[in-house]
């Protein structure tokens, strides 16, 4: 549902490594506060552009930090590239994998005579970078264990991550929602597919947030905090529309930002200070993430939660809620990622339309490969057919898959491994990649007794990528070669052969009977 750009193939898995909640180191030492950022940066193309971005640059103001320094004008980073490593992820965690941007900045401050006094403006309600405060530092003196400690510092963490949450849904509607709407940027429709219900998601997680901050007593400590989390998670299963909503979401701020006024506007909120180098899909995926989250946060709870506390009877129920919960998002995030892919497929031809990828219900995986001429294919691997298709783009300029060959039912796959190094054969990838006759991270795929079907030798990224193609491969084979199986046999069971009738009416309690049937 699956974030979403740069020239490296990128691959999108349907499984995820274990995550491993990490906790805040609180040794209780007093952390430096940043130093006040520069100036709001401004970044012009030609003079007809220095007029909308001061407009833009005005609706941006009010979101900088204050500061008294002055220092030269930022040099504009020419090295935006986006690098994406192939994961394997689920549906839910798959929509939101975002690029990983490095940005260099250049300031040098330098000292200036005294300037007349001007009236301050007022601080951003958005900080540069995180508070990373623990609960340690929140309390002078306590008397807890050390299990205790731990265990006030992970619901204190669960308590901020509210509060951050907050503050950037809040930030993501007031500097970049409205802006574009005010500015005609994008059109109300495109914003309301881009963002889909996120204003929902406020009051939901203000509610919990108040809960929270309500359980902490006189001594800063939280005492029983299952029953709280039992009663609010059932309001989780809202993520279910926005989740759904995000793989379209995604499609279509890539699409948009290939204009020229959107692009601009992206960049200039992306590089000033309030964004914390963060772009527009980072914090529109920011819910996804605190979902999955949640689990994590609990068992971290329940681990550091003493055998007699009351929450020893309440935290594995709900963990199990949340668990559901997310599980729930997730399946149905996949139905909605699949149906998306699915209308996106082009067919040049009406042989191509094979009702297994119309009856497929999910993705396990779909990214880039190469065929063996070297040119780049993008691949879905439904949950019943594998197709290979080339990325273009319709009539108004969105994106579409053209579908190439002849797909292949899961059922009917042959797969074949090569080897690193071994020598290319005709019709194989000589010279296609490296200039040599060593293949590598490659593998063929066939079908059997399929004449159209002419077998498809593919080349991967790197070896992790290949790896991962081959797994998925393979389950998706094995459980399609199940399912076909299973349906054979309750098809037989429901429609037996009328020349085994007889069988059934035989009388097998003495051999006479069995004799008398015989003679017949």
Same mark, same amino acid.
């Given at each position: 549902?699956?974030?979403?750009e ?13 995550? &491993? ?9 007093? !952390? ?6 520069g ?30 320094? !002055? ?7 020419? $090295? ?30 330098r ?10 403006t ?18 002078e ?29 809040s930030?993501? !509607? ?8 005010k ?31 309500? +359980?902490?007593? $006189? ?7 299952g ?8 309001c ?23 204009e020229?006024?959107?692009? &601009?506007?992206?960049?200039l ?18 819910? &996804? ?12 709870i ?27 998002v997730?399946?149905?995030t996949?139905?909605a ?20 990828i ?38 108004e ?16 796959i ?26 590598k ?6 079908? &059997? ?19 991962q ?24 069971? +429901? ?6 009738y ?19």
């Amino acid at each position: 549902m699956e974030v979403e750009e740069s020239g490296v193939p990128r691959t999108s898995w349907s499984a995820a490594p274990d995550e &491993r909640h990490v906790p805040c180191d609180h040794a209780g030492k007093k !952390r430096k506060q940043d130093p006040a950022p520069g100036p709001v940066i401004r970044i012009t193309e030609d003079e007809e552009e220095d007029e909308e971005d001061e407009m833009m640059s005005e609706h941006m103001k009010d979101s900088e930090e204050p500061s008294n320094k !002055r220092v030269k004008p930022v040099v504009k980073s020419n $090295s935006l590239t986006g690098v994406l490593t192939p994961v394997k992820t689920p549906a839910l965690k798959r929509i939101g994998q975002s690029i990983s941007r490095s940005i260099s900045f250049r300031t040098e401050a330098r000292p200036l005579p005294p300037a007349p006094l001007r009236p301050r403006t007022k601080a951003s309600s958005f900080p540069r970078r995180r508070n990373s405060q623990c609960w340690s530092d929140t309390v002078e003196s306590h008397d807890l264990t050390a299990k205790e400690i731990k265990r006030q510092e992970v619901i204190y963490e669960l308590t901020q991550g509210e509060r951050q949450l907050i503050d950037d849904l809040s930030l993501v !509607r007031k500097v970049y929602y409205e802006p574009m709407l005010k500015l005609d940027i994008m059109t109300e429709s495109e914003l309301g597919q881009i963002f889909g219900t996120l204003d929902s998601l406020i009051p939901l997680h203000q509610d919990l947030l108040s809960r929270l901050e309500r +359980l902490r007593g $006189s001594e800063k400590t939280v005492g029983e905090v299952g029953p709280t989390l039992m009663n609010w998670f059932p309001c989780l299963e809202s993520y279910v529309t926005y989740c759904c909503n995000q793989v379209g979401a995604k499609a279509l701020l890539d699409q948009k930002k290939q204009e020229k006024r959107v692009e &601009r506007f992206l960049r200039l909120c992306q590089e000033s200070s309030f964004s914390r180098k963060l772009d527009l899909w980072n914090f529109l995926d920011l819910p &996804r993430s605190r979902l999955v989250k949640y689990p994590l946060l609990l068992k971290e709870i329940q681990k550091c939660t003493p055998p007699d506390h009351p929450d020893e009877d309440t935290l594995p129920d709900a963990l199990e809620l949340i668990q559901s919960i997310v599980g729930e998002v997730n399946k149905k995030t996949g139905e909605a990622e699949c149906q998306f892919y699915r209308r996106g497929l082009s067919y040049l031809d009406e042989s191509q339309r094979l009702p297994e990828i119309q009856q497929s219900r999910f993705l396990y995986c779909h990214g880039e490969l190469k065929n063996n001429k070297g040119q780049r294919l993008h691949v879905f691997l439904f949950e019943l057919a594998l197709v290979l298709s080339r990325p273009g783009e319709d009539k108004e300029g969105g994106q579409v898959f053209n579908v190439y060959r002849q797909p292949l039912p899961n059922a009917l796959i042959n797969l074949e491994e090569i080897p690193d190094g071994e020598p290319a054969g005709g019709g194989s990838f000589r010279g296609a990649f490296t200039g040599n006759d060593k293949v590598k991270n490659c593998f063929r795929v066939s079908s &059997r007794g399929r004449s159209k079907a002419n077998p498809y030798s593919l080349q991967a990224n790197d070896s992790f990528s290949k790896q991962q193609w081959i797994g998925c491969l393979r389950q998706a084979i094995v459980q399609s070669r199940d399912r076909t199986a299973q349906t054979s046999q309750s098809q037989l069971s +429901l429609h037996p052969d009328p020349a085994l009738y007889h069988i059934a009416e035989l009388s097998l309690s003495s051999d006479t009977d069995m004799a008398d049937h015989t003679s017949r």
